[in-house]
């Protein structure tokens, strides 16, 4: 990958990383002043298509790093990611999202 090309992939991962904080923060905020009992926690198994130790490693620290979601594991193959979100009420739909913002640029630094 050229310079200017990896430059410009990193950028396009600090912005959606940005993007995706500030969403998450407000969604975080909302859930948390929100009325009592409305939270559907839920631990996600995010299956991975990046296959490499750094881009699995980028991938679990973006997701520790926006409000409402931490990640707990990696399985021992590398293929899927243990994610806790403070809420999920379609769990599939929140897997999607970690895979089209997230991962995807993951994907375009580390392949």
Known sequence: MSTIRAAAAWAR???????????????????????????????????????????????????????????????ADGRTLFVHCLDAPDQEAAIRAVKASLEARAKEVFG
């Not at 559907?40 to 973006?62: E, F, H, K, W, Y």
Request: no cysteine; hydrophobic share 50%.
């Open 13 to 75: 991962v600090i912005g959606t990383f940005l993007v995706e904080l500030a969403k998450s923060t407000m969604a975080t905020i909302k859930a948390v002043l929100g009325r009592p009992g409305r939270l559907q926690p839920a631990i996600l198994a995010v299956p991975l298509d990046v296959r490499s130790a750094a881009g699995v490693t980028l991938v679990a620290n973006m997701v520790t790093l926006t409000p409402g979601t931490t990640s707990l594991e990696v399985s």
